[in-house]
């Protein structure tokens, strides 16, 4: 199983969950059993069943992974390449798919090849992923990350990072070390980025808003530092912002949008043009340390779950 920020927030309360409930949101196996409907005239269902047998390697996104079997709807399933790697293919999963959303559809087309966007903690996580899909597609990319973290983010491949000091005591960037505002306006001339990707959340919301530029787009799509706060509209109206709060499920909404996604991201690892990070594995009983150490700020890639 694939251990990813969202865990944390199902368990405690962010996003509430009935309870009791099985942690986890992706995950990735061999299929030991699969149970159709007795549905006729069902052609997606057929589709399905002729496409899986028992036996093959599959990753997935679904709820209730931090388990030995997972109960998965046969349309959420993702055929492994025979020449990849299981952990490969699940860290491709959360990570991979938000990320590319974000760098593909949840700025609208209001950033176009060429232009400036600013990627928060570039050193680890999703915004790995999303620095490197974002210059795969053109884009040219300021990146954030702390010190501590500076030789992982490099290899995200921006054209500028801008590097930051760690809170005290703590293995999180101190967004008030360095004037990221003034730094973004300066490399951009003034005009500032058309496209901010911003999962950090209460910490750097405001300095996001500041670095947009005229009818560029505010993405947030995490709260690693606490949710964001309630703000006026009219803090949009000075630039004529965009704002939006995407999930990763509106954007894999369809098994053709989900196989297209997860097909680009298969194809960039199998070229080379998008390298992945597998910071660490932890056994299942060992879960409460690897949410401990991903909310530490700690995390420089992946992290796993075994599930033996």
Not at 9 to 30: M, S, V
Request: contains cysteine.
């Amino acid at each position: 199983s694939g251990v990813n920020f969202i865990d944390t927030y199902h368990r405690k309360g962010l996003y509430p969950r009935d309870t009791p409930f099985i942690c986890g949101q992706e995950g990735g196996g061999t299929i030991v059993s699969i149970i159709l409907p007795e549905r006729e005239h069902d052609d997606h269902i057929e589709k399905e069943k002729h496409e899986f047998h028992v036996g093959q390697r599959v990753v997935y996104s679904h709820y209730e992974t931090y388990a030995e079997y997972t109960l998965v709807p046969i349309d959420k399933l993702v055929l492994i390449p025979d020449d990849m790697d299981v952990k490969v293919a699940l860290a491709c999963m959360v990570q991979g798919l938000t990320a590319h959303y974000l760098v593909t559809s949840a700025h609208a087309n209001l950033i176009q090849p060429g232009e400036w966007c600013l990627i928060y903690s570039v050193g680890s996580g999703t915004c790995q992923w999303a620095a490197q899909m974002a210059k795969i597609k053109g884009y040219k990319v300021i990146g954030t990350a702390s010190k501590n973290k500076l030789d992982q983010a490099k290899r995200a491949r921006c054209d500028e990072l801008i590097v930051l000091d760690e809170v005290d005591g703590k293995g999180y960037a101190d967004y008030k070390s360095v004037d990221i505002v003034q730094r973004v306006l300066d490399i951009t001339n003034g005009q500032g980025v058309k496209l901010v990707v911003d999962g950090v959340g209460n910490s750097t919301v405001h300095i996001s808003l500041n670095c947009v530029a005229r009818r560029g787009i505010f993405v947030s799509f995490g709260n690693a530092s606490g949710p964001v706060e309630p703000f006026s509209l009219l803090r949009l109206t000075n630039k004529s912002i965009f704002v939006t709060r995407p999930k990763l499920l509106d954007y894999v909404s369809t098994r053709e949008e989900l196989l297209e996604r997860i097909n680009d991201i298969f194809r960039w690892v199998q070229s080379g043009e998008l390298e992945i990070f597998i910071d660490g594995e932890y056994s299942l009983k060992e879960a409460a340390v690897a949410h401990q150490f991903m909310e530490e700020g700690k995390t420089r890639g992946k992290i796993l779950l075994r599930i033996e």
